[in-house]
Nanobody
Framework: QVQLVESGGGSVQAGGSLRLSCAAS????????MGWFRQPPGKEREGVAG????????KYGDSVRGRFTISQDKAKNTVYLQMNSLKPDDTAIYYC??????????????????WGQGTQVTVSS
């Protein structure tokens, strides 16, 4: 059974940093895309960052570009999200997702097959 397990969330003051991790396990599927999404209270889920696992190509949402970095460790089947210069607006539940599809809109939730349980990130002013 495929599992995506996020870790690294927590509370931080504005301007601080956090690093989220997402460990994928189970199944024999080759993930072609992995992404990070977030859902603030009362709002829709939005794409934060995505990466193509074969080439390491990355894409970021407009609100996080220049502050967040997605990376992967293929040997560990783990994807990371380094978040710097955090703002109160970054407060949300952050979800890791994986896709085995051949082509997706990498920042759209609809293209992803599997999701983690989410980890809370709270940024105080």
């Amino acid at each position: 059974q495929v599992q995506l397990v996020e870790s690294g969330g927590g509370s931080v003051q504005a301007g601080g940093s956090l690093r989220l991790s997402c460990a994928a396990s189970g199944g024999s599927v080759s993930w072609r895309f992995m992404g990070w999404f977030r859902q603030p209270p009362g709002k829709e889920r939005e794409g934060v960052a995505g990466i193509t696992t074969a080439f390491g190509t990355t894409k970021y949402g407009d609100s996080v570009r220049g502050r967040f970095t997605i990376s992967q460790d293929k040997a560990k089947n783990t994807v990371y999200l380094q978040m710097n210069s955090l703002k109160p607006d970054d407060t949300a539940i952050y979800y890791c997702a994986a896709s085995s599809e051949s082509s997706i809109r990498i920042l759209s939730p609809s293209g992803y097959n599997y999701w983690g349980q989410g980890t809370q990130v709270t940024v105080s002013s």
